[in-house]
């Protein structure tokens, strides 16, 4: 019963450099979510998919692009990642109807 | 637009004393309504929710909310503190569309202390 899988759980990256954060999950749910997570900030909405196919802008979407591959993968990208992109990153899966998320273990990137 | 207000940015208290922590929102119509804590280098679990009904929820762990509609509130409460309770807590909210996605508060970190 893996729920909502994360990874990397750890990466550093140099400015400039690209990649992909990927999640997954097992639960049959239309709903995933990406946050990012600062310091006195909470937790921060950069993308999220209400079901396979669509995609929608969060609260902080610049320098992200995001897919969803299927009803299981929703996957974030970094195109040309630079420092103020270094945050841990939490993928989520919704309850049809919004009544409950389950978190991933979080990605937690550095940008040097 | 949402929001969710967690005035309290650090709380410490003493082990065994009693625990409260805010959570106002705003919105025209009552959100489903959501506390989730967060051990250091953790990622985030549920401690408990309300839909509806029953103003006071009971969650695990030990701890409850009371919504409370007039004051826009649903504040987290514990009668006594663990020292396994340090950690930061998260309340959030989502319309009862279900449609738009689940709205965080900023944290309040526990500290607790002998």
């Known amino acids: 019963n893996a729920g909502v899988t994360q990874t990397p759980k750890f990466q550093v990256l140099k400015t400039g450099q690209s990649m992909t954060l990927q999640c997954a999950q097992d639960?049959?749910?239309?709903?995933m979510y990406w946050y990012r997570q600062d310091p006195g900030m909470g937790l921060r909405l950069i993308y999220y998919?209400?079901?396979?196919?669509?995609?929608d802008k969060g609260e902080v979407p610049n320098g992200y692009n995001v897919s969803r591959l299927n009803k299981r993968e929703f996957s974030l990208r970094l195109e040309s990642a630079a420092p103020s992109q270094t945050s841990v990153y939490f993928c989520a899966s919704i309850k049809q109807g919004g009544t409950e998320a389950f978190f991933g273990q979080g990605t937690r990137l550095t940008v040097v | 637009a949402q929001s969710v207000t967690q005035p309290d940015i650090h709380i410490t208290v003493s082990e065994g004393a009693s625990l409260e922590l805010r959570c106002n929102y705003s919105?025209?119509?009552?959100?489903?309504l959501f506390w989730y804590v967060q051990s250091p280098g953790q990622g985030l679990q549920l401690l408990l929710k309300y839909f509806s009904g029953d103003t006071l929820v009971q969650g695990i762990k030990g701890f409850e909310a009371e919504f409370k509609r007039s004051q826009s509130s649903f504040n987290l409460r514990k009668p006594s503190v663990h020292w396994s309770d340090a950690a930061e807590y998260f309340c959030a909210v989502v319309p009862p569309s279900g449609n738009t996605p689940l709205v965080f508060g900023k944290g309040t970190r526990l500290s607790v202390i002998a």
């Open positions: 639960m049959n749910h239309n709903s």
């Open positions: 919105y025209g119509a009552t959100p489903y």
């Open positions: 998919s209400a079901s396979e196919g669509t995609t």
